[in-house]
């Protein structure tokens, strides 16, 4: 409410600017019976329009999903409307103006005298009608395109503003989300345990247990503040996270992991995909029944391709309200960073669950 208490107020100040900069304003409210005041303040009313209606509905609608037509018809409709509707509504004083006497009526002719014909049959007078109705059609466009570039721009520049913020936004929420999931107490006891475990047992594997933590927590702190990272590190950060979570698994799992195509110089939002793979080990291991996991990574020139599969077997989830949210903010970040350019298909059987996620990362 008080935003839009304010946004009135505003509105109010605005309307208030044709007012008091017409030459015909007296002080009082008079100035509303003059033909041209009217017509520059119905087009001030829909220059403030205009630009509520492109910063709520064409910029978010049209022009971040890349509708690019359809944005510039809008626009010109817009356009269309400012210059001719002012004229159309205060057309009745025109009209009044062009039949009176004084512009209209030839002056009187006395019996005796020959009345002149017009040249060229009328045509000269014609030309000077086209003429001017040019002249006018010409000066309605100039005094309309001024105010409305300023709106679409200042609507535009404001957009950008809110788009930027929101992104920010969206970024420090995948960022504490990354943090809360790769470094949480009972993650880091959890794997810290099976090394433990390893490390009594004499196994080879411990060594690279420690290398691996070691890996994933230097990535999440040196990384999680990037806008964008190479593909090749996000993916050799999967691969070390995965090995942590199959520390703590043992042959009651069935596990996959396919990755197929180059790298290259391609670049992705980090932790964008890690959240589907640590819900398929949350919810697709128990090792008191046999479990399968599979994750396939497919690189196709300037995407990438994330499928996991997960068998739902670990119905006593502690903290399953956590990975909603957790969830519902990779969706939020993959808005954000990626509008108009990924695709993403879930399935949810009661038994299985499938993710089918496609990112445009140019």
């Not at 900069?21 to 003059?34: A, Q, R």
């Not at 466009?141 to 920010?168: A, C």
């Not at 080879?204 to 503040?225: C, H, T, W």
């Not at 994330?306 to 903010?329: P, Q, R, W, Y």
Request: glycine share 4%; aromatic share 12%; with cysteine.
């Amino acid at each position: 409410m008080k935003k839009i208490g304010q946004h009135i107020i505003l509105i109010l100040l605005l309307l208030t600017i044709p007012i008091v900069s017409s030459p015909d304003f007296d002080g009082t409210l008079s100035v509303f019976k003059v033909s041209p005041f009217q017509r520059e303040f119905i087009r001030f009313v829909l220059v403030v329009i205009f630009f509520y209606v492109n910063l709520n509905l064409f910029l978010p609608k049209l022009y971040s999903k890349k509708k690019y037509v359809l944005f510039t018809i809008c626009l010109l409709l817009c356009f269309g409307l400012m210059v001719f509707v002012p004229n159309y509504l205060t057309a009745e004083n025109n009209i009044s103006a062009l039949r009176s006497p004084s512009h209209m009526l030839p002056p009187p002719v006395s019996p005796h005298e020959n009345m002149p014909s017009p040249p060229m049959g009328g045509r000269f007078s014609h030309e000077n009608f086209q003429q001017r109705n040019k002249a006018s059609y010409g000066q309605m466009i100039f005094s309309s395109l001024l105010p409305f570039l300023f709106s679409f721009l200042s609507s535009l520049f404001i957009f950008k503003n809110i788009e930027k913020k929101e992104l920010e936004r969206s970024k420090a929420k995948a960022e504490l989300l990354s943090l809360k999931y790769q470094l949480q107490p009972h993650f880091l006891f959890n794997i810290l345990n099976s090394i433990y475990s390893l490390a009594l047992i004499k196994s080879d594997d411990a060594p690279n247990g420690i290398l691996k933590l070691s890996n994933v927590m230097r990535y999440v702190v040196q990384e999680s503040s990037k806008d964008l990272v190479t593909l090749s590190k996000e993916i050799e950060y999967i691969k070390d996270y995965i090995a942590l979570q199959l520390l703590r698994t043992d042959s009651s799992l069935d596990f996959s992991y396919t990755e197929t195509g180059e790298t290259k110089s391609l670049q992705i939002a980090p932790f964008i995909l890690v959240n589907f793979i640590e819900n398929a080990f949350k919810y697709g291991f128990n090792a008191e029944e046999n479990s399968k996991i599979s994750v396939t990574i497919i690189i196709q020139e300037e995407s990438v391709h994330l499928n996991v599969f997960n068998n739902i077997v670990n119905h006593a989830i502690t903290d399953e309200e956590s990975l909603k949210v957790g969830l519902k903010n990779t969706l939020e970040h993959l808005q954000q960073v990626y509008p108009g350019k990924h695709t993403l298909n879930t399935m949810n059987d009661g038994r299985t669950y499938k993710v089918d996620l496609k990112i445009n990362l140019l």
